[in-house]
């Protein structure tokens, strides 16, 4: 997990902040789709911000051969990541994700949303920590 929303989620305690991630692979990267489909693939494994930092590291090299390295290198089943590519296991999770993005009026990423809203100011954890506290707040 990224490090704003591991110490987030550290603040707060798992059992009262999560993260959802959705994909939302953007069209001029011909290859997101599959990467997204392979960061699914890792997720299966338990491995999917190790997966995901590889890919944003990487984001020029996403092909089928790429994709498998970073699998490598992670250490994920190679057997069954490439299984799950081969059989497009996660393509429609990541078609299903994209219609929710695009409903959501998500145009690029990363895009954050706090409790149903676009969250648009500084990716810092104190101020995140400062609007999820208001939200909180709300509630009560």
Not at 5 to 33: C, M, R, T, W
Not at 37 to 48: G, L, N
Not at 113 to 137: H, S, W
Request: with cysteine.
């Amino acid at each position: 997990m990224g490090p704003l929303f591991e110490e987030v989620i550290k603040h707060y305690g798992e059992d009262k902040a999560s993260l959802v991630f959705k994909n939302f692979p953007l069209g001029f990267h011909k290859q997101a789709q599959l990467a997204s489909e392979a960061a699914m693939a890792a997720h299966a494994q338990d491995k999917f911000w190790e997966y995901s930092q590889e890919l944003f590291a990487n984001q020029q090299k996403l092909e089928r051969a790429s994709l498998e390295d970073y699998a490598r290198k992670v250490g994920l089943n190679m057997d069954k990541f490439t299984a799950a590519l081969d059989n497009k296991t996660y393509e429609e999770r990541v078609k299903e994700d994209m219609s929710i993005c695009q409903k959501a009026g998500v145009q690029g990423t990363p895009t954050i949303f706090v409790n149903g809203r676009k969250y648009e100011g500084p990716r810092e954890a104190p101020k995140m920590i400062e609007l999820i506290d208001k939200e909180i707040l709300k509630k009560k």
